[in-house]
């Protein structure tokens, strides 16, 4: 039996590659040092499996400690369902603070509940959608969230962390799309994309009324040199370890038999 | 012409895949765009009435299945008259001072997607055609603002649906769907921010507009509460509703759906 070290390689390694693995991984360890929730297990074996985690990990999948998003489709649709669960439980902290409860403008409540709403929606239709197609032990459990770093009660922090989990949202997809082989799968994730564009713009104009942050510079990127005007695309990879990097994410995740092509 | 007719002429190669001249391209495409708005306006004002709706649903989606190139025709389309409708908003003088950096910004953004659906074209990419932005109903935005405002609204909206419609067309190739991806989703912030800038939400809820009932096929199917086959329709009581259930889905539009609404703005 292999004992999975904590990891974020994916890809070949090639002479190259190891360097970029050696870069990947001391960042990623600094992450965990630091207190991020979210590890991932790397083995050469592609095929890795929970039988080949140790007797403690296996007891934390088991826990609901830790979860393998699997692979093929079924790894985005979890992944997708790990993403909405973060934004849906965010947005339920929101509606208890004191920002949304006590300072927030009518506009202002009805775009947060509206989030909440759509994330909720988002959420469940996943863990639904997850369920028809795998068994039980591959759909994501009820993850485990961590908050306390964010204040509730300051309208600043509510927005700015909502807009970087929506504009997180969208690139996921936006990155998720060419992973995905049924194309009905990919339709839908269309559908819940530019809900996510919507959620970014409406959050980027609440925290600066009239401006360019519904879709800033800061936001957007360039593509073949024609300007900054299209939106990111991000491989789960990247997504999981900015998500681990806000430590929101409790439960473990093991995303190395996530399609990457 | 009728309308199947008229979607035949759709697959037409001369038009969409054939590499022409840019004079005959032009040409080819001013006609087409003539024939387009000829059918499309009276297709456009009937898809109010379920049955024309009910016809449409029942088309075979196959119909509509494009090749790569036909899609990125279609959208290049599309960006060409959102650009050149934001770029005429702008030296008309009708947008207000406040507002002006918003449509600077659209306006450049359409603009990038033009040259990189043109760059992605290559020798299959054209000029972009003529359009007539009073839309057969006598519409004028550049010199009325709620009217251009509107409008602005009608094209991003129906932007988005348009390229989600296209999205499975574009699977063989990853780094065109990537790049579809990445401009639908910028179509869908800048619907958002014209949306809330009317007083509307910045999603859209059921088919609810406040558009013109001419152009009422730009929502047309957007109330739709089935995702992959499960109902979500009353399992959210306690999340909005039905509203929010069709809020958190846009639904996308075919080509042919996409092409009657844009018919309406070619001259």
Known sequence: MKKPIINVEFADQGPDGKLTSRRRFLKTTGLLVAGSGLFMYSCSNENLEEELLTADAAADVRAGKVFNLGKGDLAILNYAYVLEQLEAEYYRQVLEGDYWLNQASPEEKEILQDLYYHEVIHRDFLKVAISSVAPPGKIAPDLIFDFSSVDFSDRTTVLTVAKILEDTGVSAYNGAGNLLENTDYLLVAGKIVSVEGRHAAAIGDLLDPGSNNFASDDVLVDLLGTGIAYDKATDPRDVLEAVAATGFLETKIIANNVPTE | ?267
């Open chain 2, 1 to 267: 012409m009728n309308i199947i007719k008229f979607l035949d002429s759709l697959s037409d190669p001369e038009l969409l895949t054939t590499p022409v001249s840019r004079r005959n391209g032009l040409k080819s495409l001013t006609q087409k765009g003539k024939e387009l708005a000829l059918v499309s306006i009276p297709f456009a004002l009937a898809a109010t009435s379920k049955k024309t709706a009910a016809a449409t649903k029942a088309m075979p989606s196959a119909m509509f299945q494009a090749s790569p190139t036909e899609v990125l025709q279609f959208a290049l389309t599309l960006e060409y008259l959102e650009r050149d409708f934001y770029q005429m908003g702008l030296d008309s003088g009708v947008i207000p001072a406040d507002d002006e950096n918003i449509f600077v910004l659209i306006r450049d953004h359409e603009s990038s997607h033009v040259d990189l659906l043109k760059a992605a074209l290559g020798g299959n990419a054209f000029d972009a055609p003529e359009f007539d932005f009073s839309g057969g109903l006598g519409l004028d935005p550049f010199n009325n603002y709620a009217q251009f405002l509107a409008l602005a609204q009608g094209f991003e909206d129906t932007g988005v649906r348009a390229y989600k419609g296209q999205a499975g067309a574009l699977v063989d190739d990853d780094a065109l769907l990537e790049y579809a991806l990445q401009i639908h989703s910028v179509e869908a912030r800048h619907a958002s921010q014209l949306r809330r800038m009317r007083g509307e939400k910045g999603w859209i809820t059921r088919d609810n507009n406040t558009l013109p009932p001419a152009f009422s096929a730009i929502y047309a199917g957007e109330e739709n509460t089935v995702q992959l086959g499960v109902e979500l329709a009353g399992r959210f009581p306690n999340f909005g509703g039905v509203d929010a259930v069709t809020e958190a889905f846009d639904e996308p539009l075919t080509m042919a759906e996409v092409n009657a609404i844009a018919g309406l703005f070619l001259a």
